[in-house]
């Protein structure tokens, strides 16, 4: 029989009720665990869908109801007995419990580290400024939406997927926007330099004006609002909201403080196990060797989410297997999808397929004539046929992609799986 949590012992506790956090316990029913599980998160909502908070959400089209991932029946149902509004504050790992900062003391058979990663903060001058916003939460993005309402002209700091998403929707209100990016080319970490360009010249064309190679030296404002960011170069952009969108930091705190080796991330082997037996972590917070990178890393995706909350449930099941998941990821700007599947920013060679001039095509990616990944914009089949072909043991060749009569679908069709 399936167990409820006991007092205040869960023979599994999550903390950070996100998606991560979600998708290990529901995971964990679907592999039959019968055990007890406790879902602990600091905010004070049910686990929800991030992505539409840069998108649908502060644009008006999606709702925060819309967003909430499973209904509070459905959990009582898997006897998964969740605490909201419940922050995390330490962990004693002799006694194997969690504190809580009302005091309380949660005790686990098994610990999963869930906590995500927060915006990184602007610290220079102005910081104090009101206006200045961040998105992470959908406190954030219900923030930042009612001042929308009263904004004219708008300044994204960081050419990232979140900044650009952002600037799309204010674009397309008839606002003015400005975006500031210190790199030389937008999403610079993540896509192809072709992908690149072909993004920053489509924002320009959508009337989002970018600066790229440019520093903020300060945020200026008038009488303690924002009234403009000044470039190191002395230019001073109109403002009367500053978005900054410089990256996540993870949250790994609890677990640097109870001992735990911490990389920009709790370091974790890749069964996604710390150096404790009794504690896992999974997700944005999750420092983890990544077969695709051939190197340690921490991933901020859905993609990562899902699939780590369910290799750990699996694990936690008896069914133990290393983290090996095709990464993938998408991000929609305006009209455009951009999608990636695998890790395509290092590649050295590319294919392109579609019609950029209709904004439907795709790029593969060779590493060394290797198959690396694939970006596609507006074409969501490649992108599932690239992930398939990643997952095969066998890799794809730059010559056999080349190759005249070349079938991207029925190479992902053909054996192996
Ligand atoms: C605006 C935005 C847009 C995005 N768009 C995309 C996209 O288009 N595609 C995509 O693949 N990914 C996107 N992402 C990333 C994706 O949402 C995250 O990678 C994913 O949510 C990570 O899941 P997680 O469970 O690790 O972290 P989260 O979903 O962030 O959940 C962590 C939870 O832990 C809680 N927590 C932290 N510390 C404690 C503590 N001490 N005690 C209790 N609770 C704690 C946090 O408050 C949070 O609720 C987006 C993210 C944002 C913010």
């Known amino acids: 029989m399936t167990k409820t949590a006991d007092g205040d012992h869960a023979d599994v506790l999550i903390v950070g009720a996100g998606q991560a956090g979600l998708q290990a316990a529901l995971s964990l029913r679907e592999e039959g665990f019968a055990g007890s599980i406790r879902l602990v998160g600091e905010e004070p909502m049910l686990p929800y869908q991030r992505p539409p908070?840069?998108?649908?959400?502060?644009?008006?089209?999606?709702?925060?109801?819309?967003?909430?991932?499973?209904?509070?029946?459905?959990?009582?149902?898997?006897?998964?007995?969740?605490?909201?509004?419940?922050?995390?504050?330490?962990?004693?790992?002799?006694?194997?419990?969690?504190?809580?900062?009302?005091?309380?003391?949660?005790?686990?058979g098994h610990l999963v580290l869930a906590t995500g990663s927060r915006a990184r903060r602007w610290n220079g001058p102005g910081a104090e400024l009101d206006g200045i916003m961040y998105l992470r939460s959908m406190t954030d993005a219900a923030a930042l939406k009612e001042r929308l309402g009263q904004a004219c002209n708008v300044v994204v700091v960081g050419a990232g997927f979140i900044g650009l998403e952002f600037a799309s929707v204010v674009a397309k209100a008839g606002l003015a926007v400005n975006v500031v990016e210190a790199a030389d080319r937008p999403m610079a970490r993540c896509v192809t330099p072709t992908m690149s360009a072909l993004f920053r010249q489509w924002h320009e064309e959508a009337g989002i004006a970018m600066h790229f190679g440019a520093r903020l030296a300060a945020i200026e404002g008038k009488a303690g609002q924002v009234a403009g960011v000044r470039l190191d170069d002395d230019r001073l952009l109109p403002a009367d909201i500053v978005l900054i969108g410089i990256g996540g930091i993870a949250n790994d705190e609890l677990?640097?403080?109870?001992?735990?080796?911490?990389?920009?991330?709790?370091?974790?082997?890749?069964?996604?196990?710390?150096?404790?037996?009794?504690?896992?972590?999974?997700?944005?917070?999750?420092?983890?060797?990544?077969?695709?990178?051939?190197?340690?890393?921490?991933?901020?995706?859905?993609?990562?989410?899902?699939?780590?909350?369910?290799?750990?449930?699996?694990?936690?099941?008896?069914?133990?297997?290393?983290?090996?998941?095709?990464?993938?990821?998408?991000?929609?700007?305006?009209?455009?999808?951009?999608?990636?599947?695998?890790?395509?920013?290092?590649?050295?060679?590319?294919?392109?397929?579609?019609?950029?001039?209709?904004?439907?095509?795709?790029?593969?990616?060779?590493?060394?004539?290797?198959?690396?990944?694939?970006?596609?914009?507006?074409?969501?089949?490649?992108?599932?046929?690239?992930?398939r072909i990643l997952a095969k043991p066998v890799p794809l060749g730059f010559a056999e992609a080349e190759a005249a009569g070349f079938d991207l679908k029925a190479l992902a069709a053909a054996a192996p799986a």
Request: with cysteine.
């Open 255 to 387: 677990a640097a403080q109870a001992g735990l080796a911490v990389d920009s991330g709790v370091v974790v082997d890749e069964l996604l196990l710390t150096e404790d037996p009794a504690i896992s972590a999974i997700g944005d917070c999750a420092s983890h060797p990544n077969v695709f990178a051939g190197a340690r890393m921490r991933v901020e995706s859905v993609q990562n989410a899902i699939d780590q909350g369910r290799t750990v449930a699996a694990r936690l099941a008896g069914k133990p297997l290393p983290y090996r998941a095709v990464p993938w990821f998408w991000s929609d700007q305006g009209s455009l999808k951009l999608q990636m599947a695998g890790l395509v920013a290092q590649t050295d060679r590319l294919i392109e397929i579609g019609s950029r001039h209709e904004r439907r095509f795709s790029l593969l990616a060779f590493r060394d004539g290797v198959f690396a990944g694939a970006e596609t914009v507006n074409r969501p089949a490649d992108n599932m046929l690239a992930r």
């Open 53 to 108: 908070l840069s998108k649908g959400f502060v644009q008006g089209t999606a709702s925060a109801d819309s967003l909430v991932l499973r209904p509070r029946s459905l959990l009582d149902e898997l006897r998964v007995d969740i605490h909201c509004d419940a922050r995390a504050t330490a962990i004693d790992r002799a006694r194997q419990e969690l504190v809580l900062l009302d005091g309380r003391r949660l005790a686990y």
